[in-house]
């Protein structure tokens, strides 16, 4: 068997080589189960199967039933008509037999010519009656014999009497009338009649029964398979919520649990049909999922602590690197002092000397601030940032009031916020709102309003604003858009904001133009404690 | 003319019926091959034959039908038919192939012979020529003969003092014969008894074959129209009157078939019907008859034992 190729063979090959990779436990008795056990699939098709042939039975033996009802009324209808026609050609031999007696007796004409008319049309009736009763033999015998008593009757007895009356007179045909001889042929023909009426009511009366029984047993037949067909319709129902539904529901509840991020859990695997191979599918989901959790939590370990580390790197390098500067510009201002009237031309180059380390500690101090910025413990609080705008204020109350800006503080409510670095970046965007300003006297106004879930706060200048397409670059680190002689700094104050604001879990953005002023936004979580109430502070300087 | 088209017309008739059925279906094959199957007759149509209304005729037609059918012929009898006017005419017409007639009664009221022939030989060939020129054969006739007669009871008889038909004239008032009906119209009956006997004082009452001599027993009737070899005049009950100016004439029975039937058969059906008609003599008919009568056995029955005793419906025999 293994060795011709037949598809049959190759599908169970197939079918057993699928179970072996597949299956977790491939020992060959697990395999001979799987090919052995009925899938779901099967048991499906094969109730559907059965359900729709009992339909069917049921069905077929209610269109059984049903035409054997109509061709019962048929036949039934045939019988009828066969009756009546049998009855009409009785009463048309009577009245043949009177109206020749009558004319014997009369000698009118008119008696001789309807029954003349009468015997003339007996042969197509009785053919007619042959054919009405063609379905059962008996019947056609009887209808023969009926034909030829007929005849007979019209042959032997009726033209003959006619003759008479033209060949031997009236008188001579009357005594013949006397004889009987028509009036028993009659009655013979009339018996047979009878026989033939009594036989084609029980003909009737049998197909009446035939069909009544039939009809029973095929309504027996449809109850019986319609009930057949609840009990399997109930027994698939119960199948499917007890073997499907259920286990499906048991999965559908451990992938809800899954994505509560439970990554333990599992479900039972014991069935070997599609439910069992989706349990195993889930399985081995979630235990991929819990795998790459974990290597998930591994790697982010690892990023924190070479980020930590580099912090650590940066912060002493920058600390380590302030003292030899600081060295070098305390011997250079000594030298400055002690030679200061001999040489001239040597003063300079220490003036060189000294600039160019101040401006190295200001960038090393800058780089010292952002890499702090937002690391460490922060202090989250409820902070009210009415407040939090007016220390701002204070500290850059000498560049204001240089500059000679206006700045307008409007309604400002309470965030979730670290109160030393939130001041920070009130005092950088203010601060370079002072700092780039036009030709006109610098306006500043600070405002906050609602944004969904967040507050929207807003630094708005009249400055020399910037092109829109510079609005992502200025927020990296050491990034200027103007030369040092123009606008003085490192760069490093917005890249802080937004380490800030990134921290505090909000985002901070820019709009603006060149010579239409900007627009600092960011935002910032409502606080816990007091929801939505904006703390009144006015400030102006 | 007409003879021979009514003839088509009623043997097309059950042709077309048969038709008509077996094309739906019916069973009537079998009957179709009946006629075929046969070996002996050339023709496809059953021998039709006719018998009167009255007990030796029934007799009659029995005989012959189960002769003929034991030498293998398809035979149709169509039984009580009534008086010889009718039975006659249906054979002339076509609708019967033979029947058996009483050689003095078709000359009287068929032939409308009134030359009463002396001796039943010349008789027969009188009427025998008379058929003969209908197309008709008159096979011999029987050895028995059996004349209409006038019975009366015995002590009717012995009252009145009669012997003989001429008798009756001495009566005075009305007298009733009980007979069948045509006997009124009839030379062989009131026409001829006025004619031949003077007899103008008779009135007839008709009656059922069956019911003559109860209605002579019962004294409803002086005299009853009655044949020689009834059964019921074998013992002393009756009188019959004698004929001495021949009347009644010969009382012999003889087969008239139609030539057509007599030529489709071939010479087989002559001798099968000549056995049975040879066998018939007086004795056994009126013994045939009384048994039908007197004992009230069916005719059928009474033919049967007849045809056994005398070896007629064996298939190869010739009768004795």
């Known amino acids: ?541 | 003319m007409t003879a021979v088209r009514r003839r088509t017309l009623a043997l097309l008739m059950p042709l077309a019926l048969a038709a008509a059925l077996g094309a739906c279906g019916g069973g009537s094959d079998d009957d179709a091959r009946k006629t075929t199957d046969r070996a002996t007759p050339v023709t496809h149509e059953p021998i039709r034959i006719g018998s009167k209304n009255f007990t030796e005729q029934a007799i009659l037609g029995e005989l012959y039908r189960q002769a003929l059918e034991a030498k293998g012929f398809d035979v149709q009898l169509k039984a009580d038919i009534g008086s010889t006017e009718i039975i006659h005419r249906a054979l002339r017409r076509g609708a019967l192939d033979m029947y058996p007639e009483y050689v003095g009664v078709l000359l009287s009221e068929i032939a409308e012979d009134r030359s009463r022939p002396t001796n039943a030989k010349a008789a027969y060939e009188v009427a025998r020529k008379f058929e003969q020129q209908g197309g008709f054969t008159m096979l011999p006739q029987t050895p028995f003969s059996n004349p209409n007669a006038l019975g009366v009871k015995p002590e009717f008889a012995k009252r009145h003092n009669l012997r003989t038909i001429a008798d009756l004239k001495r009566l005075r008032g009305r007298v009733q014969i009980g007979a069948l009906p045509e006997f009124r119209t009839r030379y062989e009956g009131l026409d001829g008894l006025r004619e031949v006997y003077g007899l103008t004082n008779l009135r007839v009452t008709a009656v059922e074959s069956n019911e003559r001599y109860t209605a002579l027993d019962s004294g409803a009737v002086d005299i009853a129209s009655v044949f020689r070899t009834e059964g019921q005049l074998a013992g002393d009950s009756y009188v019959v009157l004698e004929d001495p100016k021949g009347l009644f004439a010969s009382g012999h029975v003889a087969p008239i078939v139609s030539d057509e039937v007599l030529d489709a058969h071939g010479p087989g059906l002559r001798s099968a019907i000549d056995a049975v008609t040879k066998a018939l003599t007086t004795p056994h008919m009126r013994k045939m008859n009384a048994a039908v009568d007197l004992l009230e056995r069916k005719p059928a029955e009474v033919a049967t034992e007849f045809l056994q005793a005398n070896n007629l419906l064996s298939a190869s025999s010739e009768g004795s």
């Open chain 1, 1 to 541: 068997m293994g060795s011709t190729p037949t598809p049959g063979v190759v599908s169970r090959t197939t079918l057993a080589g699928r179970v072996e990779f597949s299956g977790p436990r491939d020992q060959g008795g697990f395999v001979l189960r799987r090919s052995l056990r009925t899938q779901i699939t099967t048991r499906v098709v094969a109730l559907s199967a059965a359900a729709a042939i009992l339909l069917g039975a049921a069905l077929v033996s209610l269109i059984a039933a049903v035409t054997s009802q109509r061709d019962a009324a048929r036949v039934a209808f045939r019988s009828q008509q066969a009756l009546s026609l049998a009855n009409q050609l009785e009463k048309s031999l009577l009245s043949i037999e009177t109206g020749l007696n009558r004319y014997v007796a009369t000698r009118e004409g008119r008696y001789l010519r309807a029954t003349q008319r009468d015997l003339a049309a007996y042969p197509a009736q009785t053919l007619r009656l042959g054919r009405l009763v063609s379905d059962d033999t008996g019947q056609q015998r009887r209808v023969q014999a009926l034909a030829e008593a007929i005849r007979d009757y019209d042959d032997i007895w009726a033209q003959s009497l006619i003759d008479i009356t033209i060949e031997d007179g009236f008188e001579e045909a009357r005594s013949q009338v006397q004889t009987n001889g028509g009036r028993s042929r009659l009655d013979e023909v009339r018996a047979q009649f009878e026989t033939l009426f009594e036989r084609e009511r029980a003909v009737i009366r049998a197909r009446e029964d035939a069909a009544e029984r039939g009809s029973s047993r095929a309504i027996a037949l449809g109850i019986g398979g319609l009930g057949l067909v609840i009990v399997v319709g109930v027994g698939f129902t119960l199948y499917l919520r007890r073997s499907v539904l259920r286990p499906v529901r048991r999965v559908a509840e451990a992938t809800g649990r899954l994505a509560a991020g439970d990554l333990s859990t599992r479900v039972p695997t014991q069935r070997e049909d599609e439910l069992g191979e989706l349990a195993r599918g889930f399985n081995s989901m979630a235990d991929s999922l819990e795998r790459g959790r974990e290597e998930l939590e591994h790697s982010n370990a690892e990023l924190t602590r070479s980020n930590a580390e580099l912090e650590q790197f940066a912060s002493v390098t920058s600390h380590d690197l302030q003292a030899p500067l600081t060295t070098i510009s305390m011997y250079a201002e000594l030298l400055e002092r002690r030679r200061g009237e001999q040489s001239d031309g040597d003063l300079d180059l220490v003036d060189g000397i000294r600039g160019a380390t101040q401006q190295a500690r200001t960038l090393i101090r800058d780089l010292l601030e952002y890499s702090r910025a937002g690391r460490g413990n922060l202090n989250v609080e409820d902070v009210p940032a009415g407040v939090v705008v007016e220390q701002a204020l204070e500290q850059l109350a000498g560049a204001i009031e240089e500059s000679g800006a206006q700045v307008s503080v409007g309604d400002l409510p309470v965030v979730r916020a670290d109160r030393v670095n939130l001041c920070r970046v009130f005092q950088n965007l203010i601060g370079n709102a002072v700092k780039f300003t036009g030709e006109d006297t610098a306006h500043v106004s600070i405002e906050a309003e609602r944004d969904n879930g967040d507050w929207r706060f807003s630094v708005r200048d009249n400055g020399i604003g910037m092109n829109p397409d510079h609005a992502r670059r200025i927020f990296e680190p050491f990034q200027r858009l103007h030369g040092e002689e123009d606008y003085p700094g490192t760069g490093i104050g917005l890249a802080v904001c937004e380490r800030i604001i990134d921290q505090l879990g909000g985002r901070i953005w820019v709009s603006s133009s060149p010579g239409e002023g900007s627009v600092f936004h960011f935002t910032l979580p409502v606080a816990t404690s007091q929801r939505a109430e904006p703390t009144r502070v006015g400030a102006s300087a």
